[in-house]
């Protein structure tokens, strides 16, 4: 593949993770405002919220069945087109469960995104991998922290749908190059390192489930912000989701990108698990003091972000280091386990605020930031019994 091509694939994929920051994080200013127009109680919200999580677990799993059978750019430009239509629908549908069906095909394809991009990555990052890995997230948290701030704008002057009206175009700007570019020959599907243990003999081992229950937990405190914040500056102290809740959404995520571009060599340095004990207490501290500071708790809270952004990468490198060879296939089964733990325990959070009151589910994320700190208590503790794979 000559050098043009090969760094066309470069912006593609990169292109395509700023995409899905941007994409993804639009709800911070549309959820608050789609549960107003609607008027759904938070049970409903929270179920709402849980079935896209849900949606995108099982089309994790979907998408790397797609990439074994049909290959990298099939799976790559298949999930751009159902993204694009699915996001040209809520435009035009009347209806919450319609806005909710639309929404599940666009949290789909971000699941086929989540594979085919990482599939794409191990292809071209032959060298200098970790870096370049880095890279990588670093624009998914740049089109994180752009989103809510232009969905605000875009809300204020005209309405919640044309947000996502206006974000499709934007996917045409990755499809229309994918279709045309001639992706690298996918290599090492069939490699027997990948075919030493299977996906059900991985979610049979008790070591990933305790990853899988510690990522879950880092997951649904990673995205309460993203998903409950909102409503609770608006629902508790009336502050507008258009302005201060986009504000608040985009500080979350400028500190989260910076925590990505420059945290990993400090995490080097610290160790993994250390460094993953520290984020987990300050992350503690930080939804402490900001629900304790009330309203003015929307200057603190975004701090979060700087400390959840290691979470995903380091725990997953760390089960790259328990389970060796096996780790591909280890940590795949992780992640979708992890992930159905998170659409759960998004669903609680919104049966917590119906229950309980509109303040209660985002600060519940308190309490899961603790069953954090166990987990990896237990996880430290396991972890001394090296891997040993059945035959």
Same mark, same amino acid.
């Given at each position: 593949?000559?050098?043009?091509?090969?760094? #066309?694939?470069?912006?593609?994929? &990169?292109?395509?993770?700023?995409? &899905? +920051?941007?994409?993804?994080?639009?709800?911070?200013?549309?959820?608050?405002?789609?549960?107003?127009?609607?008027?759904?109680?938070?049970?409903?919200?929270?179920?709402?919220?849980?079935?896209?999580?849900?949606?995108?677990?099982?089309?994790?799993?979907?998408?790397?069945?797609?990439?074994?059978?049909?290959?990298?750019?099939? $799976?790559?430009?298949?999930?751009?087109?159902?993204?694009?239509? +699915?996001?040209?629908?809520?435009?035009?549908?009347?209806?919450?469960?319609?806005?909710?069906?639309?929404?599940? %095909?666009?949290?789909?394809?971000?699941?086929?995104?989540?594979?085919?991009?990482?599939?794409?990555?191990?292809?071209?990052?032959?060298?200098?991998?970790?870096? #370049?890995? @880095?890279?990588?997230?670093?624009?998914?948290?740049?089109?994180?922290?752009?989103?809510?701030?232009?969905?605000?704008?875009?809300?204020?002057?005209?309405?919640?749908?044309?947000?996502?009206?206006?974000? !499709?175009?934007?996917?045409?700007? *990755?499809? *229309?190059?994918?279709?045309?570019?001639?992706?690298?020959?996918?290599?090492?599907?069939?490699?027997?390192?990948?075919?030493?243990?299977?996906?059900?003999?991985?979610?049979?081992?008790?070591? %990933?489930?305790?990853?899988?229950? $510690?990522?879950?937990?880092?997951?649904?405190?990673?995205?309460?912000?993203?998903?409950?914040?909102?409503?609770?500056?608006?629902?508790?102290?009336?502050?507008?989701?258009?302005?201060?809740?986009?504000?608040?959404?985009?500080?979350?995520?400028?500190?989260?990108?910076?925590?990505?571009?420059?945290?990993?060599?400090?995490?080097?340095?610290?160790?993994?698990?250390?460094?993953?004990?520290? !984020?987990?207490?300050?992350?503690?501290?930080?939804?402490?003091? +900001?629900? %304790?500071?009330?309203?003015?708790?929307?200057?603190?809270?975004?701090?979060?972000?700087?400390?959840?952004?290691?979470?995903?990468?380091?725990?997953?490198?760390?089960?790259?280091?328990?389970?060796?060879?096996? !780790?591909?296939?280890?940590?795949?089964?992780?992640?979708?386990?992890?992930?159905?733990? @998170?659409?759960? %325990?998004?669903?609680?959070?919104?049966?917590? @605020?119906? #229950?309980?009151?509109?303040?209660?589910?985002?600060?519940?994320?308190? &309490?899961?930031?603790?069953?954090?700190?166990?987990?990896?208590?237990?996880?430290?503790?396991?972890?001394?019994?090296?891997?040993?794979?059945? $035959?």
């Amino acid at each position: 593949m000559n050098k043009s091509k090969h760094l #066309l694939l470069f912006i593609i994929l &990169f292109g395509a993770m700023f995409l &899905f +920051g941007f994409i993804e994080n639009i709800k911070g200013v549309t959820y608050p405002l789609i549960k107003t127009e609607f008027d759904v109680s938070y049970e409903q919200q929270g179920m709402m919220v849980s079935v896209l999580s849900f949606g995108y677990v099982i089309f994790c799993l979907v998408g790397g069945i797609l990439i074994g059978s049909q290959g990298v750019k099939k $799976t790559f430009v298949l999930g751009i087109f159902f993204m694009t239509a +699915g996001l040209g629908a809520i435009f035009f549908l009347p209806r919450f469960l319609f806005i909710t069906g639309a929404l599940f %095909v666009v949290y789909a394809t971000f699941g086929i995104f989540e594979v085919s991009t990482n599939a794409l990555a191990t292809q071209l990052f032959t060298s200098r991998a970790a870096l #370049l890995m @880095n890279l990588m997230h670093f624009f998914y948290g740049a089109g994180s922290s752009l989103s809510p701030l232009t969905a605000g704008r875009i809300a204020s002057s005209l309405d919640w749908r044309y947000v996502y009206l206006f974000s !499709a175009p934007l996917v045409l700007l *990755v499809f *229309v190059p994918s279709v045309f570019t001639r992706f690298p020959k996918t290599e090492g599907e069939d490699d027997a390192r990948t075919k030493k243990v299977s996906f059900f003999a991985a979610v049979k081992t008790p070591m %990933v489930w305790v990853f899988s229950v $510690t990522l879950g937990f880092m997951v649904a405190v990673e995205l309460c912000s993203s998903n409950w914040a909102g409503l609770y500056f608006q629902d508790v102290y009336g502050l507008d989701p258009k302005t201060q809740g986009a504000s608040f959404i985009s500080g979350f995520y400028i500190l989260f990108t910076i925590s990505r571009l420059l945290s990993g060599f400090a995490i080097e340095k610290i160790g993994y698990l250390r460094s993953l004990f520290i !984020a987990a207490f300050a992350s503690v501290f930080v939804l402490c003091l +900001g629900f %304790v500071l009330g309203a003015r708790g929307i200057y603190v809270l975004p701090v979060l972000g700087f400390f959840a952004a290691i979470f995903w990468p380091t725990i997953l490198a760390v089960a790259m280091g328990y389970f060796g060879k096996d !780790a591909p296939v280890m940590t795949s089964a992780i992640i979708v386990i992890g992930g159905a733990i @998170n659409s759960g %325990v998004q669903f609680l959070m919104g049966l917590t @605020n119906r #229950l309980a009151g509109p303040a209660w589910g985002y600060r519940s994320a308190l &309490f899961y930031a603790l069953l954090i700190v166990a987990a990896l208590l237990v996880l430290r503790k396991r972890q001394i019994h090296p891997y040993v794979q059945e $035959t």
